[in-house]
């Protein structure tokens, strides 16, 4: 790539017509936010959604993980503001310094990319707990570091366990999917309690010893769910509506998991388009009177 230098404002600009295009529903709970919130959004969007890409290209592994120690020694640089050669990186760095978000973040941000590329097994729920961490835990921490929130070292517990809410309902919604490119996300030691094969998981249909093993998945999400509920009355005001949206959008794919008694091999689950947009409807609403928000069930 030739070195690209760019304004702060064209940078910023760059980062939101990213996010627009390819965030989809949640790029709607970034437009909510205050600018400098928004804008921060979108910059620090640019910079996972360029780690998300570069792990899953067509690319050999060995290609791949050379290609995320480059954008890693980049992010590096950026922090430490060198930011030519790429158009998001001004906006990054801006937003890095301008809301204290730390470099450790996105160093576990890239550590996880990199596990998606060497580790296809994950031998029990600690195992898995840390590379969820990793790529959706560090999100909510960042998020957090941009929204502004009271109480910080128990707003990023509950941050944590929120990532790992998150990723817990994507590994459910993904089982088939996953184990179709060889990888699996339950916790081999689990898999054996309840019985289950890696070949029962490719289906087509779904075993009681499979819905057993994905029930008691399921369960757990639902604990981080309501241990994180709490963090809403923490996230600033004018940035709350942002952790409703995501918080709710997520359960709700929960939740309709479970209502298909977490059938995930015979079809794919997914929040409704009209689900999506009533559930930023309520947001607005339980968000408008400050300190009123609830997350309900």
């Known amino acids: 790539m030739e070195p690209v230098n760019v304004s702060l404002e064209a940078s910023y600009r760059h980062c939101d017509a990213l996010a627009k295009r390819e965030a989809k529903s949640f790029y ?23 780690t998300d890409d570069l792990a899953d290209s ?17 992010l590096a640089g950026a922090f430490a503001g060198r930011i030519a050669g790429d ?7 801006d937003t890095v310094s301008r809301f ?21 097994r994950y031998a029990t729920i600690d195992d898995l707990s840390l590379y969820c961490f990793r790529v959706a835990g560090v999100v909510g921490l960042v998020c957090l570091r941009i929204w502004g929130c009271s109480n910080r070292a128990e707003a990023d517990k509950l941050g944590e366990a929120c990532g790992l809410a998150f ?4 590994i459910l919604r993904d089982v088939r999917e996953d184990r179709e490119r060889g990888r699996i996300y339950l916790p081999g030691d689990e898999m054996r309690a309840a019985g289950v094969t890696e070949a029962d998981l490719a289906g087509p249909t779904l075993t009681e010893p499979v819905r057993s093993l994905l029930e008691g ?81």
């Open 100 to 120: 204290s978000i730390e470099p450790d973040l996105f160093r576990h941000l890239l550590a996880g990319a990199r596990m998606d590329l060497t580790q296809t």
């Open 217 to 297: 998945i399921a369960d757990r999400a639902e604990e981080c769910y309501l241990r994180a509920a709490p963090l809403v009355a923490m996230v600033d005001a004018d940035s709350r509506i942002g952790f409703v949206v995501m918080y709710s959008t997520y359960r709700a794919l929960l939740q309709a998991i479970r209502r298909r008694g977490c059938d995930v091999l015979t079809q794919r689950v997914s929040v409704p388009a009209a689900t999506k947009l009533a559930i930023m409807a309520r947001a607005m609403a339980e968000t408008r009177l400050l300190g009123g928000a609830r997350l309900h069930g």
């Open 167 to 170: 990723q817990l309902t994507n």
């Open 87 to 93: 158009p998001m990186l001004p906006a990054f760095h």
């Open 28 to 50: 709607l709970s970034f437009r909510v936010l205050p600018e400098a919130k928004r804008r921060a959004m979108c910059a620090v969007y640019a910079a996972m959604r360029r």
């Open 58 to 74: 067509d690319l050999p592994t060995e290609t791949k993980l050379a290609q995320i120690d480059e954008w890693s020694d980049t």
